[in-house]
Nanobody
């Protein structure tokens, strides 16, 4: 079992920046792909960014490309999402998620949320105009 705990959410004005952190505990020696997923009120959960266990491949949702950056430090069991030039439409609860890479083809299905079996409790990001 893997436990994920997010931090770093908050309120910022449009154009500002925030950095989200996710710390994993438990079976962290297994190769897990990691992702950040968000859910705005009234909307379904949406893939935002993902990173391969080795860190060598990343994926981003189109609206955040060039503004959000994901990275990981496996020695610290941490995944970071740096968010720049934030927009009001980025307002959502942001979740950290983990998927055991041996269970699927990461390079084909990295953005498919059904592959992610472990989830954090979420952290609120609010961007005001």
């Amino acid at each position: 079992q893997v436990k994920l705990v997010e931090s770093g959410g908050g309120s910022v004005q449009a154009g500002g920046s925030l950095t989200l952190s996710c710390v994993a505990s438990g079976r962290t020696f297994d190769p897990y792909a990691m992702a950040w997923v968000r859910q705005a009120p009234g909307n379904e959960r949406e893939f935002v960014a993902g990173i391969h266990w080795t860190g060598d491949t990343t994926y981003y949702e189109d609206s955040v490309k060039g503004r959000f950056f994901i990275r990981r430090d496996n020695a610290k069991n941490t995944v970071i999402l740096q968010m720049h030039n934030l927009k009001p439409e980025d307002t959502a609860v942001y979740y950290c998620a983990a998927a055991l890479q041996s269970n699927f083809d990461y390079y084909v299905d990295a953005v498919e949320l059904y592959n992610y079996e472990h989830w954090g409790q979420g952290t609120q990001v609010t961007v005001s105009s």
